[in-house]
């Protein structure tokens, strides 16, 4: 695009933003980003419990096998505060190692089997605790949806990148 039609479309959207305004169109509806939803009070509970405190409801069942404490995992996943709803994070796809996450979300992610989707509410006492972590306030207790796609073993995860090694063309010699 040419400078001069970069700038007309701007001075087009201001334009057109101006008199939007002028015959009283509330321009208020956009969503401010980063999108930051709250999940509703029935979706803030769960059913059981483990005797470590950490409560569970199974949302899905899964048909295969669970993860171990060391294996990796690929889950799609929404975190938030247990309190209000907030949500503080989600990602999908997302590779992890299991034990290598808050004490209850690592307790959580070895019940789920491969394919099922569970609920989690973590006391603070098995998650940040007192320190909180970035938007997650000291003491909180959090919630989390979650679904494991996939897990895999240590040795595994260490063959599949030992064969990508090998499958990787080799660097041509230099002149």
């Given amino acids: 695009m040419k400078k001069t039609t970069a700038a007309f479309v701007l001075v087009g959207l201001a334009a057109a933003t101006t008199a939007a305004v002028a015959i009283g169109q509330n321009l208020t509806g956009?969503?401010?980003?980063?999108?930051?939803?709250?999940?509703?009070?029935?979706?803030r509970t769960c059913a059981k419990l483990t005797p470590s405190g950490l409560g569970y409801t199974e949302l899905r069942p899964g048909t295969g096998p669970k993860a171990g404490a060391s294996d990796y995992v690929l889950i799609d996943y929404i975190g938030y505060l247990a309190a209000d709803g907030?949500?503080?994070?989600?990602?999908?796809r997302t590779?992890?190692?299991?034990?290598?996450v808050i004490p209850g979300f690592s307790e959580g992610l070895q019940m789920?089997?491969?394919?099922?989707?569970?609920?989690?509410?973590i006391p603070a006492a098995l998650g940040y605790g007192k320190q909180g972590a970035g938007p997650i306030p000291a003491d909180a207790n959090l919630v989390f949806q979650v679904e494991l796609?996939?897990?895999?073993?240590?040795?595994?995860?260490?063959?599949?990148?030992?064969?990508?090694?090998?499958?990787?063309?080799?660097?041509?010699?230099?002149?």
């Fill in 30 to 43: 956009i969503i401010p980003l980063p999108l930051q939803p709250v999940v509703e009070a029935d979706k």
């Fill in 86 to 92: 907030k949500v503080f994070d989600q990602n999908t």
């Fill in 95 to 100: 590779p992890m190692k299991a034990d290598g």
């Fill in 112 to 121: 789920i089997p491969r394919g099922g989707v569970y609920r989690f509410c």
């Fill in 149 to 175: 796609l996939d897990s895999r073993t240590a040795a595994e995860v260490e063959a599949m990148r030992q064969g990508s090694a090998a499958a990787a063309p080799a660097e041509p010699a230099k002149p």
